[in-house]
């Protein structure tokens, strides 16, 4: 996709990806950088940021590694004063960082509750807290958050991983109504895409019934897409850079679905 001038869209504009070191994360980082941007692929595995660097670096895009853990607000601090400092502050900030976990209700350990909010909502917060400030004193940004599907329809054995999506979809909503208008924020809610993330998921349910194979799994997933695929990280990277262009401010506020067709809300 190009701008409606002809240009890539993200030309002199710095963009920061949380969980940039795997999955959608990379994927994300790849696409926004071949939209023009600076990247910073921020992630508490520095060799996977490190890794997704080299990959951009050697495709000639201009990219850092960074060392994030999105739970940690006094590293959040640092990170932000050495941005500002060497002229780094993203202009465009990308929620992707998340953990994922499946278990019953009654099996849930309230620390692993208390580590799934952390990541996957106070993790966005803080980075709001820390890079929105900016964004609206130079009178543009952009805001991207990735939640789920699973996050508006709730899935069984996944209620902390669904709370806190749902969560990050009202935490975004709100805050895109208090930064308005130089600065949207949106969340993705991707359906099954395929990554390490996933495997979670089909090991959960083999470990349930053991005479189910991984491809079983697998097909499952497949079957309940009407589009017929799993997706993949391209195709949320794809969602994430449109709605980063400037020519899109017209857009905020919204949770919208990249999802084969999954999920209809
Ligand atoms: N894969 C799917 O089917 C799917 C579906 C819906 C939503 N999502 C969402 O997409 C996003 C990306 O997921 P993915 O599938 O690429 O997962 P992934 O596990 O491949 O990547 C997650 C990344 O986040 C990083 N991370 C974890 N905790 C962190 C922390 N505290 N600080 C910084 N980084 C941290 C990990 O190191 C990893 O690089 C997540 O928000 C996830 O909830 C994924």
Known sequence: MTSRDGGRGLEGRTALVTGGGSGIGRGICRELARAGARLLAADISYEGALDTVDLLSLDGHQARPVALDVTDSAAIGGIRSRLEAEGWMPDVL??????????????????????????????????MQAFIPR??????????????????????????????KRGLIALSRSVSLEVAPHVTVNCICPGFVETPMT???????????????????????????????????????????????????????????????????
């Open 94 to 127: 990308v929620n992707n960082a998340a953990i994922f976990g499946m278990a019953a209700i009654e099996d849930i350990e309230p620390a692993e509750w208390d580590r799934m909010i952390e990541v996957n909502l106070k993790g966005p917060f803080l980075m």
């Open 135 to 164: 964004m609206i004193e130079q009178r543009w940004g952009r805001v991207v958050s990735i939640s789920s599907t699973a996050g508006k329809t709730g899935e069984a054995f996944a209620s902390h991983y669904c709370a806190a």
């Open 199 to 265: 495997r979670t998921e089909t090991r959960f349910w083999q470990s349930r019934d053991p005479n189910i194979s991984e491809a079983e799994v697998r097909m499952r997933m497949r079957n309940q897409i009407p589009l017929g695929r799993m997706g993949r990280p391209e195709d949320i990277a794809g969602a994430v850079r449109w709605l980063s262009l400037p020519v899109n401010d017209y857009i905020t506020g919204q949770a919208i679905n990249v999802d084969g067709g999954l999920d209809f809300h």
